[in-house]
């Protein structure tokens, strides 16, 4: 089974500090997206990357930066939190070939105080 | 623009009765959709896809998708539902940019009552 693991399933965080979410998946995938999910908006796409230290923007990207050592391993930061970013932030991994569906870690509830 | 529109913010249904949780999607090339479940403080399951072929596609846990061209629409059904369905329900197209990212809609809450 494919495993994308987060590192916190909940975090407090206070106005301005730096915040790093982790996320490791195990099944040698090219792809890792970070989303953003919030009440009757669905999930928002902030940054994807396709190959190791290649990253675009997503939707929403402004306020966040990612990082990809390797590729199992992709990292949102949050350079500077803000109260608008607390929310509920998922991983997901995929292959890059052919149509295929992506699997997601359990999720971050990140709470910004 | 690629899109997707579920029109139900909430659907009820009773156990045992048929359901249908709907999505529409607007893409200029071929769609290629997919319906994920979210349970309660957890992430994403995905259920099934569509690529092309049978415009019925069989998924995960006795649920199903019709898709219908003409309609642009992309529904999950399941003929018998049971209370521990109640959960949060994605459509999402893969965006035609490539890479398979996902666009989704903003869910649909499936509460199964007794």
């Known amino acids: 089974d494919v495993k994308v693991t987060q590192s916190s399933r909940y975090l407090v965080k206070r106005t301005g500090e730096k915040v790093f979410l982790e996320c490791v998946q195990d099944m040698d995938h090219e792809n890792m997206f970070w989303y953003r999910q919030d009440p009757g908006l669905g999930l928002r796409l902030i940054y994807f990357s396709y190959d190791v230290k290649m990253k675009e923007k997503g939707d929403i990207p402004e306020g966040y930066s990612v990082s990809r050592e390797k590729k199992e391993r992709f990292s949102l930061i949050l350079e500077s939190a803000s109260t608008n970013q607390t929310s509920m932030y998922l991983c997901?991994?995929?292959?890059?070939?052919?149509?295929?569906?992506?699997?997601f870690g359990q999720g971050t509830r990140l709470t910004v105080v | 623009a690629q899109s997707v529109a579920q029109p139900e913010d909430q659907v009820n249904v009773a156990e045992g009765n048929p359901l249908t949780v709907k999505c529409t999607y607007s893409v200029s090339g071929n769609p290629y959709l997919f319906w994920y479940v979210q349970y309660p403080n957890r992430g994403l399951q995905f259920l099934l896809k569509y690529i092309t072929g049978d415009n019925l596609v069989k998924g995960s846990y006795g649920f199903e998708a019709e898709f219908n061209k003409s309609q642009t629409s992309f529904h999950l059904k399941k003929p018998s539902a049971l209370v521990s369905d109640s959960a949060l329900y994605f459509c999402?197209?893969?965006?035609?940019?490539?890479?398979?990212?996902?666009?989704f809609g903003a869910g649909t809450r499936l509460a199964v009552h007794p």
């Open positions: 999402a197209v893969r965006d035609e940019g490539g890479y398979n990212k996902l666009i």
């Open positions: 997901a991994s995929s292959l890059q070939k052919g149509v295929t569906e992506a699997f």
